[in-house]
């Protein structure tokens, strides 16, 4: 079951800078955040992922709150192309047979970027 | 360096026919993982594989299975479709399949049962 909570919807204007949180109060001390976007008709895209640290790429910017029990990923300047549906997931990265390969998707966050 | 490749992308069968579904991971990744992708349901696991060995199943019946090649690449089998199997197919692959390494999804293969 997925362990996270993210708000439904979330519009951000064209340019400007995309935040999007996801709640995760009950993860344990060496579980993974990650980050996917899935575009209609489209495979879900890898963005980021991180433990404790804040974490950047080129695609995004990944705030892990000090008690772990929230984040928030950044989209610096956001555009049309980056309307989405947003999912964050919450990984053990113990090498458990019972959840290698699996990865939990909630209903995500529909971002919608406008002009 | 080309990512994971579904084929085909769509498909149309009827009730009660079989399906084989087929997927190439990333060069050099060894685990490939499936999902179902429906409106109702949302995305859900159903198995991974990693040296050709299954490693992990999800709630799926026993219609639905799969088996993996030496060279990584794999394939799943839909056995006696009903409508409800109609969906997008997700493969995934990473390097390993540990909890620490980013699965990287193909756009996956729509299939419709008539």
């Known amino acids: 079951d997925a362990k996270t909570t993210q708000p439904p919807s979330m519009d951000c204007a064209e340019g400007r800078a995309a935040n999007l949180p996801c709640n995760h109060s009950t993860i344990s001390g060496n579980e993974y955040v990650y980050w996917y976007r899935q575009i209609h008709s489209q495979g879900p895209q890898y963005i980021i992922h991180g433990l404790k640290n804040n974490e950047t790429n080129e695609m995004a910017s990944l705030i892990i709150t000090e008690d772990r029990k929230s984040s928030t990923l950044i989209l610096p300047h956001a555009t049309l192309r980056d309307t989405a549906v947003y999912y964050c997931i919450v990984r053990d990265p113990a090498d458990r047979g019972s959840t290698l390969g699996r990865l939990y998707f909630g209903r995500g966050t529909q971002l919608t970027v406008w002009p | 360096k080309a990512g994971v490749t579904q084929t085909p992308r769509y498909l149309i069968k009827t009730r009660g026919q079989q399906v084989t579904l087929s997927c190439s991971p990333i060069s050099g990744h060894r685990s490939v993982s499936w999902y179902q992708q429906t409106p109702g349901q949302g995305l859900q696991f159903l198995f991974e594989y990693f040296s050709e060995t299954q490693r992990n199943k999800g709630n799926f019946p026993g219609r639905f299975s799969g088996r993996q090649f030496s060279n990584s690449r794999s394939e799943m089998n839909v056995s006696t479709l009903e409508l409800g199997d109609s969906a997008l197919y997700l493969c995934?692959?990473?390097?390993?399949?540990?909890?620490?390494?980013?699965?990287?999804f193909g756009d996956g293969t729509r299939l419709s049962i008539l």
């Open positions: 995934a692959s990473s390097l390993l399949g540990a909890n620490n390494q980013p699965q990287h």
